[in-house]
């Protein structure tokens, strides 16, 4: 798997990727460095994050082209925004 994000400046991810094994879990941290808005109009963010996941054969080592290489095999894409609450 691995992060994007459209404001890659001010948000931290921890991991920002890796390789989970079948059935393994993982806790993500994502941090958003904002101050929060004062009007409700303002509350809707043009920030997005993306979390791209592959299909790997096992004992694949992870790097950053690998997503690149293998792009025919993306398994799943998702698009998350941020939402101030």
């Known amino acids: ?3 994007q994000t ?3 400046k001010s948000c ?3 991991p920002p ?3 989970l094994a079948p059935g393994e879990t993982i806790i993500i941290t994502i941090v958003k460095f ?3 808005p004062e009007h409700d109009q303002e509350k809707k ?4 994050f993306k979390i791209v996941s592959l299909k790997v054969k096992e004992g694949t080592e992870f790097s950053p082209e690998l997503f690149d290489e293998k792009k025919e095999f993306v398994v ?3 698009v998350l925004r941020v939402v101030f609450l």
């Open 45 to 48: 963010s043009k920030d997005k």
């Open 1 to 3: 798997f691995k992060f």
């Open 12 to 14: 931290f991810m921890r």
């Open 34 to 36: 904002v101050e929060q």
């Open 6 to 8: 459209n404001a890659p």
């Open 17 to 19: 990727s890796g390789i």
């Open 76 to 78: 799943v894409e998702r």
